[in-house]
């Protein structure tokens, strides 16, 4: 299939790709697209020396990470990447992948990760003509603002890539996009993947009524307000939301607890509602809220989460959904998804690789992506097909 926009300059370098293990099969799925799409398409300047190397079966380079014993690690790249425009994809939340430490199984954190991207950085030693570093969940992000003598660790890892040579950073639904103000002169898009969720929503829930009497949007938390907003503008219908009453005498797992949850907006009852937020960690806090929108007569409750992290593993919600608690989640596929949540018959995955891939196509040719940040049209296309019964 031929891609959705038609780019009329030349690309900045030849495209490639480095998609670290962490996001391994999402690469692949990326790279396929963009792969499939040069090959059907026409230019009649295709030929030229600007467009060398434009047309591949794949774009992903050979790179890898190699540790010691005691480990240590170190990047290489396998291949010449001189002149190329790079994009390193990498998921730093990925905690299925391990390695020996002295003999001991080290499962990865966020920071091995990073160190990692780190090395894949310098191991390209600058010889790239540009480099683009796609990071879904963005390093650090929960940890944006000072609130006492704190670090400032996202702050702190964004300039760190720009003194590293990094032009542009990608993230997606980013906790707090204020953090760019620590890197102005440089490139930073947060991505929304609202399209995708009402897409997901719609393939697989065939009986909603898309207007303010039967379908409302809320916000789990004042954080979230904003995504809450635009959405329920786009659909046409109503917003709710909570605010979290919290114990600041205390601090349980890094944060102070919740005490409870309270509403502001209108009556849900006999309505379906949507809950949007930018994570699921341990999910507690998404499951008391839709507790509390059963307890006021919500029809049905959906959940849309653009990273399910799911932390304290999937019992809770498995015990939620046998309760009637909630209907579907939805979460991307921009974090590591364990089978056993793939498996689950409450669970929608919205597929970000085809999204991905535009960006990057259109990033390659040093066009505008602004239409791809603003999916309105594409999302009211996509309610006129369901209202019309046509396939989405």
Not at 206 to 223: V, Y
Not at 304 to 324: I, P, V
Not at 359 to 376: F, G, M, Q, R, W
Request: glycine share 8%.
């Amino acid at each position: 299939m031929i891609e959705e926009n038609n780019l009329a300059t030349i690309p900045v370098g030849p495209l490639g790709i480095v998609s670290m293990k962490s996001c391994e099969e999402l690469g692949k799925r990326v790279d396929a697209y963009i792969s499939s799409w040069r090959n059907e398409r026409e230019n009649e300047h295709k030929h030229t020396i600007a467009f060398a190397g434009y047309q591949k079966d794949s774009y992903l380079i050979d790179a890898k990470i190699s540790r010691f014993g005691s480990g240590e690690a170190k990047g290489s790249i396998n291949e010449s990447v001189r002149g190329k425009d790079l994009y390193i994809m990498t998921d730093v939340t990925n905690y299925n992948l391990t390695y020996s430490l002295c003999g001991l199984t080290n499962h990865m954190s966020p920071d091995d990760h990073f160190q990692d991207l780190i090395r894949i950085i310098a191991a390209a030693a600058g010889k790239g003509k540009r480099i683009t570093v796609i990071m879904p969940f963005l390093y650090e992000s929960r940890q944006h603002k000072r609130t006492g003598r704190e670090s400032l660790d996202c702050a702190v890892a964004l300039q760190e890539l720009v003194n590293l040579g990094v032009e542009n950073i990608i993230t997606f639904d980013a906790h707090d996009p204020r953090v760019q103000n620590a890197i102005p002169f440089k490139g930073f898009e947060t991505v929304q993947p609202a399209y995708q969720f009402v897409k997901g929503l719609l393939r697989n829930v065939k009986d909603l009524e898309i207007d303010s009497d039967h379908l409302m949007m809320i916000s789990p938390d004042e954080g979230g307000m904003g995504r809450a907003i635009y959405l329920a503008n786009v659909l046409g219908i109503d917003m709710g939301m909570f605010y979290k009453r919290r114990d600041y005498s205390k601090v349980v797992n890094g944060r102070n607890p919740i005490v409870a949850h309270e509403f502001l907006g209108a009556s849900v009852e006999g309505k379906d509602v949507f809950i949007i937020d930018d994570m699921i960690s341990s999910g507690e806090s998404m499951i008391d809220v839709a507790t509390q929108l059963k307890k006021r007569k919500a029809r049905r409750v959906f959940m849309a989460s653009t990273f399910g992290l799911f932390t304290n593993g999937l019992d809770r919600f498995d015990q939620a959904y046998k309760e009637g608690i909630f209907d579907k989640i939805l979460t991307t596929n921009l974090t590591y998804q364990t089978p056993e949540l793939l498996s689950k018959p409450y669970y929608i995955n919205c597929d970000m690789s085809k999204y991905i891939a535009l960006l990057i196509d259109t990033l390659n040719h040093d066009a505008s992506i602004s239409s791809l940040l603003d999916p309105v049209k594409r999302i009211q296309k996509c309610i006129d097909k369901y209202k019309n019964g046509e396939t989405i």
